[in-house]
């Protein structure tokens, strides 16, 4: 077992991996860059589908889509098995608290990224499904389950709660000890503004996603909860909706080239 162990944890730190987790970074760049167009999209009237699923609808759409759907999957594969080689075998120097508090951390983001790696390649192979029907549908089941009701009110306040925190680590512009900064002061201050925009655009979009799933929850109307894209669009029917939503678009879009930057420039040490 423990050459098994070894070997995995081996495999994960690998220069080969790290290469193509670092490309997993700029995918999810990429489909972040595209929900932010097809909000402000929304904003301007227009249709689309301002989600994950959206995003990867858009990009099958395009010439060589499923090239592109094919190896943006491997390469959110391994960013999944990096992070979830940091959440098995790394962070040992770290004190228990921050060790565990690390280690949860890159477990989310194991889970987040294989959920995309899912989603591509579903879309890849023809099945995919609209986020908003699947983010319904699985509110419906967890209803059904006993204590379903408090387990989604649980959820819908995570997500509310991971939207704060997105919030406060753009305003205190966390995510710079996550990169190596670049030397230039102009680019510095670049990927520094692209950075805080991106992390209040995406605490926004999910505080209020998290919202949603509250209210399906509390009113029992599962067909409330309908994800990121719902979230989007119930900001929209707000006073001003129309440019909250337009300049959180325009944050999702920085948040996508603060992303790509980050596959350049991530630390990627434990």
Known sequence: MQGAADKAEEV??????????????AVSGLLHFLVGTIAIGLALGKGGRADVSGAVAELGSQPAGPLLLWSSFAACV??????AGDAFFDYGHLP??????????AAAQAVAYSAMAVTLAAFARGSGKDN??????MTVGILQAPGGLLLLIVIGAAIAVAGIVYVVRGFQKAF???LRMPASPTARKAVTGLGIAG????GVALF????????????????QSTGLDGGLRALREQPFGVYVLAGVGLGLICYGAFMVVRARLARMEA
């Open 199 to 202: 992390y209040l655009a995406k």
């Open 96 to 105: 228990a608290r921050n060790k565990a508090v690390k280690k949860t951390k």
């Open 208 to 223: 209020v996603t998290g919202l949603l799933v509250i209210i399906a929850a509390v009113t029992l109307r599962p067909e």
């Open 78 to 83: 391994a960013l999944a098995l990096w992070q």
């Open 176 to 178: 710079k000890k996550h």
């Open 132 to 137: 908003r029907e699947s983010a319904s549908d």
């Open 12 to 25: 994960t730190n690998s220069r080969g991996l790290e290469v193509l987790a670092r490309a997993g970074f």
